[in-house]
C-alpha cells in the first residue's frame, strides 16, 4: 500500500523530484571541489614514510596532547593562516591534513593549496579513523 503512494507521488511530482537529485548531485560536486584531495590512514602513511612527507595536525591543543600521529607537526587550523611560513620546508613534499572527524581538514588543504602546498591532502576519517584502524598514537 505505502509502496503504491510512494509510486503514485513519484508520478505526480516527477518535476520535485527532479530537482530534488539535480540538486543534491549539484551539492556533492562542490562539496567534492571544496574538499579537495583525500587520502586514507593507510595512503597516508604510504605518503608520509615514502616521500617524506608530514602529517599536520589543525586540531587544538587539548585534542593534540591527548593523543595525536607521531611525528606529527601541530599547526591548529585558527593559527594556519599566519603561520603558513613554517611549512615552507614542505613546499614540495606530501602534506597529510588531520583533523578531529576529516571536516576541518577539507579547508585548511584549500587554504594550503591555495598558498603553494599543491601535495597538500586530506585524511580522511580524521583522528577518528586513525583510532578506529588502532594505529599508533602518542600523547603528552
Known sequence: MQ??????FLSEQWILVLALAST???LFVHESRKAGPAVSPQQ???LVNGEEG???DIRDGKDYK???IVDALHLPLVQLGSRMSDLDKYKDKPIIVVCKMGQ???SATKQLRANGFERAQKMTGGMMEWNTLKLPVVSE
Open 104 to 106: 576541518s581538514a577539507s
Open 44 to 46: 597516508a602513511i604510504n
Open 24 to 26: 543534491l548531485a549539484m
Open 3 to 8: 509502496f503504491d503512494l510512494i509510486l503514485e
Open 54 to 56: 608530514i602529517f599536520l
Open 66 to 68: 591527548q593523543g595525536h
